[in-house]
Every structure is written in C-alpha cells, then in structure tokens.
C-alpha cells in the first residue's frame, strides 16, 4: 500500500528533532504537525509574523487578530511571539528556520522545485514560497509521487516555472523516501508494499536505489 | 498645533487621495485590514488606483470591494488566490498585476521605512520574477536587486495607537501593517483605541509617531474570519 497524506506527514516527522524551528507549508505539510513525537519539542514559525503556532482554538478562544499564513484561527503556545512580516522573513532568510516542510507540482533530480504556477490557468501567486525555498536551510518535499494522469513529479528538470533552484533536500511520497545527491534522487525507503519497480517506472529523473533501501517505518 | 496627528474619522484622513495614486494597504488575507479607510475610499469613488497588499481580498471584503466598483488600475501582490472578480479582470485585462514573493514585498516596504533605495534578496533567483532584474553574487550566492516601493500613501489598521502617532499592533494584526505604516509618504493610521499621548508604555511602541501623519479612531469592525477552524475542547 502506497502512503496516505497522513502517512506522508507522519513519516516526515521523523526528521523533526528536539529543539528545532519548523515551517510548515499548506496541505500535507500542515499535517506534520499531528504527528511531532511526545518526547521532542518543536517551534513552528508562521510567515505572517508567529513563532509558536499552537492548536486550533475552541470557538470561545476564536480571535480573528490570531491567524497562520493559512489564514486559519490558530493559538500561541507557551513561549511564542509575533511579530511583523520583514522579520519574519527576515529570520527565514537568515537562516534561523532549522526545517522547512513545502508542497510541490514538479521537483528535478538537482532539488529544483516547481510549485508556484501552471501557464495557462489562473496564476494566485507565489506567497512566501519563493523566499522559503531560496534561503531554507533544510528543504523537505511532501508530495505525491505521480499527477492525476500518472505522470512523474519526480523529473530530470522542470517543466513548469521555477519556484527555486537546486534547493530541495529531500522529497517524500506516497511511493517513498527520496534525497537529493549529486547522482539524482536517492531512494532511501519504499512505502509498505510497494516494489522497487515501480518506483523505478514512476521515476522519470536520475535514480539511485540505496544499498540500505529499507521499508518506511511509521 | 505640535505633534497632533488625529483626524476626525476615515473621510478626512483619505480626503486628499486623488485618481492614480500608489498606496500600501496593510493586512494579511483580511486580517488587520484598515476597513475603515477602504469603505472612505470606496465612498470617495477615486479611481486606477495601484494597491501594494499582500492579497487582494474577497469578492465582498477588502480591496475586493474596490474591484467590484473599479477603482483598482494595478495590483502588487504575493498571493491573490481567494477572489473570483480578481480573476474575470485579470483574464480580461481590465487589472495589472505584478506578482512579487511575499518576503521581498515586506522587504522593499522595509526599506522605504528605513531609507535604503534596494535590498538584495536570494527569492526568485532563477525565476520568472527575475526576468530583468539586476543580479549580485555575494561570497559565491546570488541575489537579486530589488528596489524599495515609492507610495503615495500608506494606509493601515492598528491595536491602540496615541494622538502623537505612536502605535501597537495586536497578535498577528501586525504582519504587514506596522512596516507599511513606516513606508508611505503620507501614513494614515485607523486604530481600534486612540489615546492621549502618555497613555502607551513607550517601552512597546512598534511605530514610533515619527512616521505617522494621521491617525483616527476606527469604529464597527467587522474583523472578518477566511479561515475559521476550530477544535472541540
């Protein structure tokens, strides 16, 4: 069986360690968030101007003043703080986010990302993600392997515009666990059920299968 | 007289905007919106105006509503997803947009307020936003030059604020509001609480009233929800 969003989000996860600030983009990566272990603590940052996204509020704790750059109605944790929209993106850009969590239409064996536009259809812009991608120090793509037609999104370049280049770190599936090396995606782990030849027929960039490819474990 | 900035309500703060001037809306989707100023403006019926704003509204809210009677010539934004309007004059070419990333809107705004002419950012290396612009390679990255934003005015919505200008933002209101509030040539500032001067703990001035020019008690909110999500208890 293929992984599921949550399954996706959940392995994802995993790379989350004690102590570190995290960015989370909308879609999967929002459901990271669900699945942080018990025994670490992390710091979400939110690009309209928090660190410290809590849970959702109760309906009496609703305060249209206290968004994510979801714009949902959020909480602060314990220890949080806002502040304006430079600074920000002025921390993302310094470097200070430790993990970055994006969605993507297309990523290429280098780690450039495409995930901003499709020409022909109606453009919303670009937000944050441009900024994220070009200044994150640990990039991870929460994705599914193909499009609804079956194609790849895992390509030699991208055929749609460029949101960011030679960036992403890391890519995660429903087929798998994918790094960025110089030799192209390098799969790590495979969803339970899923077979190394399929991947190889879903994979249209460069792929190198680890000598320790192992199973996800969730 | 002095450092008195307040001006009676919204029509007299907005009063003197004329047809094609460039204004910084502050806000983020609709959160800290200045609703009091856009409904001013949309009653002053000025027109091709250019909006520096993160987003563009809703259909019935925000600079949506200055969509719908026209008034909008040009939109700056990072992300206009969330209005059908915005969409029927984008396709038929009755609205200009120009799509900036969201941290280098904020930027040039920033440096407007602190009297840069350009930042050098790294987003949109490589991409379309590109497309001929400058480019500065800094110890072996590349960035691109991007100028800082000139408006005519600055419009934002503020948590308290005192008659010598100085104000404070609430929770997340503050996003674009209190750089914007620093980065127009004349900066209108429509506040939840207005209070004497003395009444703000100086200590926690996000603005300080050097860079407002008019300020004004706001009244009946609406403080609109896009995203409204809840848990149980």
Same mark, same amino acid.
């Given at each position: &069986?293929?992984?599921?969003?949550?399954? #996706?989000?959940?392995? #994802? =996860?995993?790379?989350?360690?004690?102590? &570190?600030?995290?960015?989370?983009?909308?879609?999967?990566?929002?459901?990271?968030?669900?699945?942080?272990?018990?025994?670490?603590? #992390?710091?979400?940052?939110s690009e309209n101007g928090m660190l410290g996204i809590g849970p959702f509020p109760t309906e009496e704790e609703v305060d249209a003043d206290l968004i994510n750059a979801g714009k949902q109605t959020v909480t602060l944790r314990t220890g949080g703080s806002y502040f304006d929209s430079a600074l920000s993106f002025g921390m993302i850009r310094a470097g200070k986010v430790d993990i970055t969590v994006l969605g993507a239409m297309e990523v290429a064996d280098n780690g450039? #990302?495409?995930?901003?536009?499709?020409?022909?259809?109606m453009v919303k812009g670009m937000g944050g993600a441009m900024d994220l991608v070009a200044s994150a120090k640990n990039i991870i793509v929460a994705m599914q392997h193909t499009d609804k037609?079956?194609? =790849?999104?895992?390509?030699?370049? /991208?055929?749609?515009?460029?949101?960011?280049?030679? /960036?992403?770190?890391?890519?995660?599936?429903?087929?798998?666990?994918?790094?960025?090396?110089?030799?192209?995606?390098l799969c790590t782990e495979y969803a339970p059920g899923v077979t190394i030849d399929e991947i190889k027929a879903k994979t249209a960039g460069r792929l190198v299968i680890s000598d320790q490819v192992k199973e996800v474990q969730l | 007289m002095g450092f008195n900035k307040v001006v009676a309500n919204a029509e007299e703060a907005v009063q003197d905007i004329r047809d094609n001037a460039v204004i910084m809306l502050g806000g983020f989707g609709l959160c800290g919106i200045p609703e009091n100023s856009i409904t001013a403006l949309i009653k002053k019926g000025v027109k091709d105006l250019t909006f520096i704003s993160n987003n563009a509204g809703?259909?019935?809210?925000?600079?949506?509503?200055?969509?719908?009677?026209?008034?909008?010539?040009? !939109?700056?934004?990072?992300?206009?997803?969330?209005?059908?309007?915005f969409e029927r004059q984008l396709l038929s070419g009755e609205l200009e947009v120009e799509l900036v990333?969201?941290?280098?809107?904020?930027?040039?705004? !920033?440096?407007?307020?602190?009297?840069?002419?350009?930042?050098?950012?790294?987003?949109?290396?490589?991409?379309?936003?590109?497309?001929?612009k400058e480019v500065r390679n800094f110890k072996g990255k590349d960035y691109l030059v991007e100028e800082a934003f000139e408006a005519d005015y600055s419009i934002v919505k503020a948590w308290k604020g005192d008659t010598a200008g100085n104000l404070i933002f609430n929770k997340t209101a503050r996003n674009f509001n209190s750089v914007m509030a620093m980065a127009g040539k004349i900066s209108i500032v429509e506040v939840e609480e207005l209070v004497p001067a003395g009444q703000l703990d100086p200590n926690f001035i996000h603005v300080p009233g050097i860079y407002v020019h008019r300020i004004f008690q706001g009244s009946n909110y609406e403080k609109r929800i896009e995203q409204r999500t809840v848990r149980s208890k």
């Open positions: &069986m293929a992984l599921d969003k949550n399954q #996706i989000a959940k392995r #994802i =996860s995993r790379e989350l360690k004690d102590g &570190m600030y995290v960015n989370l983009g909308i879609g999967i990566p929002t459901l990271v968030a669900n699945f942080v272990p018990e025994d670490i603590e #992390i710091e979400l940052q450039d #990302i495409a995930n901003w536009k499709v020409p022909g259809k037609a079956g194609n =790849s999104k895992l390509l030699p370049e /991208c055929t749609l515009p460029i949101t960011g280049l030679k /960036c992403v770190k890391k890519v995660v599936t429903d087929l798998g666990v994918f790094e960025i090396t110089p030799e192209g995606f | 809703v259909d019935d809210f925000g600079i949506g509503l200055m969509l719908k009677t026209r008034q909008v010539k040009k !939109m700056i934004a990072s992300y206009v997803g969330e209005n059908a309007e990333p969201q941290g280098t809107l904020v930027t040039r705004c !920033m440096a407007a307020a602190y009297g840069f002419p350009a930042i050098f950012t790294p987003a949109g290396v490589g991409t379309e936003v590109a497309e001929g």
